[in-house]
């Protein structure tokens, strides 16, 4: 059984008041055998000092990544540093980080650093959690797919860096007192832990009924829809894509075997007019437009947080990673999710949450047997339950 602390701090000028802030809310009396901690931020702390004093004065693996906007029962906001201990005596934690990541080793490094901490446990691991780089030659789901494979399918949940700055120019990834800008951190959890994980992204009424095949493509770059190529195909149903504002169309793949759509968002227009996306674009697979707007974004957030309370019931608590262009969408009002969330999960003072906005989820969803299969996601409300 995992038992979950939180903390929140915005004391950026002094490390000695933000650690005894924070110390003030985790109970260190109360940890088991076995801890770790979770931490979402702002950029800024990365440099205050306040990581490698907190690593010191915890003396156990904190693990994680900065972020648009954080939050948990303590706080929320853009400007704060949100840490959640997880602490149990049959459950085991083990962290780690790879080196600097490129296209020509990145696959290398990560079966290296997932070698090395499956090592440090005493038992398999049941899941992993990943915080990524924000690399430009190493989006979408070429991470989370070499891992998947080096893994042999563990399920994988976690979260590309953000921070406040939506063209990504300062992202971290963290591991004690390490913070690198193009290294991926991983945790490994095994033992007496069953998680499960929800996912939730643009609500079907705001779905296109009408569904198209991918006739052409290569992994995530789409070339050809019905046979046309893809930005003929869009402009015959009157979608437009632009190239400055490309990541504000849906796309809803229905992958083989799946039970429900993922969403993927384009990434960029190629020279060639065709679509670098979130994810794999398969070809034969069925795709449809979606529509996020305010709407569609409660909406999701309003089924995400049911489906919480109601598998939170037998489970002890919730880390969150809603996509970075909720929060961003929502401007003027940008922190009505985050009051959402709070106000609900008053109702479960039982069941102890954190949040940080992603650049992109990871988080695996059941096929048509049931069984978890790891995608990719954007747009998304992903949340893992343990």
């Known amino acids: 059984m995992v038992k979950m ?23 260190k009396s109360a940890l088991l055998k076995n801890s770790v901690g979770i931490i979402t ?42 840490l959640s201990v997880l602490t149990s005596d049959d459950v085991f934690f083990a962290a780690g980080m790879s080196e600097t990541l490129e ?23 049941k899941f992993m959690i990943t915080f990524s780089p924000y690399h430009r030659e190493l989006r979408g789901n070429t991470l989370p797919k070499a ?35 193009a290294s991926l951190a991983m945790l490994l959890i095994g033992g007496a832990v069953e998680p499960e994980f929800v996912n939730v992204s643009i609500p079907a009424q705001n779905i296109n009924n009408n569904r198209a095949v991918i006739t052409e493509s290569d992994g995530d770059i789409l070339k050809k829809v019905n046979d046309l190529p893809v930005l003929e195909y869009l402009g015959s149903i009157g979608v ?47 795709i449809s437009i979606g529509e996020i707007n305010h709407d569609s974004i409660i909406k999701s957030l309003e089924d995400s947080l049911r489906l919480i309370q109601e598998i ?21 009002k940008k922190e009505i999710e985050l009051e959402l969330i709070t106000e609900t999960m008053k109702k479960s003072p039982e069941l102890p949450y954190s949040l940080g906005y992603s650049g992109g989820e990871i988080c695996p969803v059941r096929d048509d047997s049931g069984k978890y299969i790891n995608r990719f996601h954007n747009y998304t409300f992903s949340a893992c339950i343990i």
């Open 5 to 27: 602390m939180t903390a929140y701090t915005t004391e950026l000028d002094e490390t000695n008041d933000a650690i005894s802030e924070i110390l003030s809310q985790i109970d």
């Open 41 to 82: 931020c702002h950029f800024d702390f990365i440099d205050s000092g306040l990581l490698e004093a907190l690593h010191t004065e915890l003396a156990f693996d904190i693990i994680g990544m900065t972020t648009m906007a954080s939050a948990n029962v303590n706080g929320s906001g853009m400007f704060g540093l949100s």
């Open 103 to 125: 296209v020509d080793n990145y696959r290398e490094l990560l079966t290296e650093t997932f070698n090395e901490t499956v090592a440090k446990l005493p038992c398999p691991p």
């Open 147 to 181: 891992l998947n494979e080096i893994s042999d399918g563990l399920p994988i949940w976690g979260s590309f860096a953000t921070n406040t700055d939506i063209s990504y120019d300062d992202c971290c990834t963290i591991l004690n007192d390490a913070t690198e800008a």
């Open 240 to 286: 437009t894509v632009m190239k400055d504002a490309s990541t504000t169309v849906p796309f809803m793949v229905y992958y083989e075997g799946s039970a429900k759509p993922v969403a993927l968002g384009v990434f960029a227009i190629n020279d060639d007019n065709t679509l670098l996306c979130g994810g794999e674009m398969p070809v034969g697979a069925q």
């Open 312 to 332: 939170g019931k037998s489970h002890n608590a919730v880390l969150m990673l809603p996509c970075v262009t909720r929060y961003v969408m929502l401007s003027p």
